[in-house]
């Protein structure tokens, strides 16, 4: 018993280096707000929550398929769950609803394509799974507190002074 305990503990370590990982890909640029304060990284020790491989299955499905239509009961089949068994032990362990969960994804790889690239948000929206750009728009100012075009202006010089100076720092 105690063996299975340490090897359970690390292996939900080593999952937890790893969905940080995967979140890290723009997960941190969203401020803190009324609408988003639930952070929605796993507590792996949820009780009645998603077991260790489910979330780092439905992690992964949701960064591999953010442009595409992901839905509540294609998570819950990834998981071999019922939908409100899903939904509910989703919640548990992310500490908001997987379509939440999803869209807070949405609006963070938005951001992180946003100051990677001058591409009008109506591109931006399609690539991030978006109908158009004012759905980005209500999401976004919904999540942020901002326009898309307004955060854009604020972020842009910050992102190209902070890649001049690893450029800088590089060499």
Do not use: C
Not at 22 to 45: C, K, M, Q, W
Not at 157 to 166: F, G, V
């Amino acid at each position: 018993m105690q063996t299975n305990r340490a090897e359970a503990q690390g292996f939900a370590s080593t999952l937890t280096d790893a969905v940080q990982a995967v979140s890290n890909l723009g997960h941190a640029i969203i401020p803190p707000s009324p609408a988003n304060d639930a952070e929605p990284t796993p507590n792996l020790y949820a009780k009645g929550g998603l077991a260790p491989w489910q979330v780092r299955k439905i992690v992964a499905h949701v960064e591999d398929h953010l442009d595409d239509a992901v839905g509540v009961p294609e998570l819950a089949t990834l998981a071999r769950l019922s939908v409100s068994q899903f939904s509910r032990a989703f919640k548990q362990s992310f500490g908001v609803s997987p379509h939440a969960y999803v869209m807070n994804r949405r609006i963070n790889r938005a951001q992180a394509l946003m100051l990677r690239a001058r591409e009008p948000l109506s591109q931006i929206a399609i690539a991030v799974g978006l109908a158009d750009q004012a759905h980005l728009s209500k999401l976004f100012r919904r999540l942020t507190g901002e326009t898309p075009n307004a955060w854009r202006r604020a972020h842009w010089e910050d992102s190209i002074l902070e890649d001049d100076l690893a450029v800088a720092h590089a060499q």
